[in-house]
């Protein structure tokens, strides 16, 4: 890339916290060889500094669309010694059985992360600066102008000659956008929550087998269990809202789990149970979507303030780093014209992005039910032998998703096709048989 002759342009990049600085920081990264940009990135809390941090704490995957951003800005290996490999979902049935659906061939994985702290990293450039406990009050549509509350109580006024919106579901940024003509907005809570448990580890080692998602489906509720890197696991139970309310008291609680999940309650512990139940009221989930992405050439929105999804399908935070790359290839096919590369971001990424907040809604259905059901394993293994023969033609959608860079909504409508034509294949052949 050549060096520019154009006056330094600036950026201002809007996140919540630290979590959502991951894409603001991918971003940053991405655009370190263009000279002509300095980055200011404003948000309320830095967790890193923080002895307690509120909110979600939901484990984070890390695939290969992440990982093909990360390793565009040299922070793939640093990123990836952190994380914990996972090369299989292991489903636990009422009776103890134990058995391991592979998520794709010998060798494909995905990451399981707990924390990034990638601000580290955004430091290191003399044109990015970190600006943590500033509360974005007001900005100008028309001229990029921004308000700032400060966490002594003084305001400040900042003129950005671009925003970038990674501030969540609950975005301050796309606050603005709802006040402008044809801009399509939605937000859907799920009729479900989520009340995270603590399984401890035994004798210093994993209470059970580290390298697995392991899920207890339960047709209209589930449970998973993911590997931290201290040899816990965190338990996350996700069930109808009025389900939760049902169970009111300790005993209730290991009555419970002795009907649906006996084989945890040796590995929690009954006290624990009883204790951590009722620690925090069920957690909501919800999905957003919206379009377009962007204002004129003033501001883009970029991770869950676009497109949050439930975490279901494990792309929420993939999709975010997918995002800073998209735009990033736009910004060197139309030679960094905001007002053609805003555009044209929205085009590309909003059909994407509301594929996967749909997948991600359908695999909470595959994950509690379906992995139930034989039909389901029969499926699945017809795609498989038919994808060892024929790689090329046939791809499991889960491959394409987490493994491949397919666009989201192009590997929605190929699995659409595939279904069909398996499903052919196996009619024909059983009417063969018959």
């Known amino acids: 890339h050549t060096n520019y002759t154009h006056p330094q342009k600036k950026t201002f990049c809007v996140g919540g916290n630290t979590i959502h600085l991951v894409t603001v920081s991918a971003c940053m990264r991405l655009a370190r060889h ?9 948000c309320l809390m830095d967790i890193r500094q923080a ?6 704490s939901i484990n984070l995957a890390l695939s290969h669309r992440g990982r093909q951003a990360l390793k565009q800005v040299g922070m793939e290996d640093t990123i990836v010694s952190k994380g914990i490999p996972m090369h299989s979902r292991m489903i636990h049935s009422l009776n103890g059985t134990q058995s391991p659906i592979p998520y794709g061939k010998k060798g494909q994985v995905t990451l399981l992360m707990q924390r990034l702290d990638t601000p ?71 009729p479900h929550g989520y009340l995270e448990l603590t399984m401890p580890p035994i004798n210093g080692e994993f209470a059970m087998k580290p390298n697995y998602l ?31 309310e049902n169970v009111t008291t300790g005993d209730q609680v290991i009555e419970f789990f002795q009907k649906y999940f006996p084989d945890t309650i040796p590995l929690i512990g009954a006290d624990a149970l009883k204790r951590d139940y009722f620690r925090l009221p069920a957690q909501a989930m919800v999905s957003v979507k919206c379009s377009p992405y962007h204002l004129s050439d003033k501001c883009v929105l970029m991770g869950d303030a676009a497109h949050a999804v439930v975490p279901f399908y494990g792309q929420g935070m993939n999709a975010g780093f997918e995002d800073c790359l998209v735009f990033n290839e736009i910004m060197d096919q139309l ?29 909470y259905v595959e994950m509690r039910s379906h992995v139930n059901s034989k039909w389901f394993l029969f499926r699945k293994y017809v795609d498989n032998t038919l994808h060892m023969i024929m790689p ?36 024909s052949s059983l009417y063969k048989g018959l």
């Open 214 to 244: 392991h899920i207890w489906p339960r047709n209209t509720f589930m449970m998973i269990a993911l590997p931290n890197l201290d040899k816990t696991f965190t338990c996350t139970l996700f069930m109808p809202f009025d389900e939760f």
């Open 120 to 190: 580290h990293s955004a430091e290191t450039y003399s044109t990015t600066k970190l600006n943590f406990a500033h509360k974005l009050l007001n900005w100008s549509t028309e001229t990029g102008a921004m308000t700032f509350l400060r966490a002594d109580g003084t305001k400040e006024e900042i003129q950005a000659d671009l925003i970038v919106g990674c501030d969540g579901a609950f975005s301050a940024i796309r606050k603005q956008f709802l006040r402008q003509s044809r801009f399509n907005f939605s937000q859907t809570y799920i």
């Open 34 to 42: 263009r000279s002509r940009y300095s980055a200011i990135v404003r």
């Open 335 to 363: 030679n960094e014209d905001f007002s053609a590369v805003l555009p044209e971001y929205t085009r590309v990424r909003v059909p994407d992005d509301h594929a996967i907040a749909d997948l991600a809604m359908y695999n």
């Open 51 to 56: 002895k307690i941090v509120k909110g979600r």
């Open 392 to 427: 090329r033609t046939v791809i499991p959608l889960y491959t394409m998703v987490t493994f491949t860079r397919t666009r989201y909504h192009e590997a929605v409508k190929r699995w659409h096709w595939q279904d069909k034509v398996r499903n052919d294949i196996v009619h």
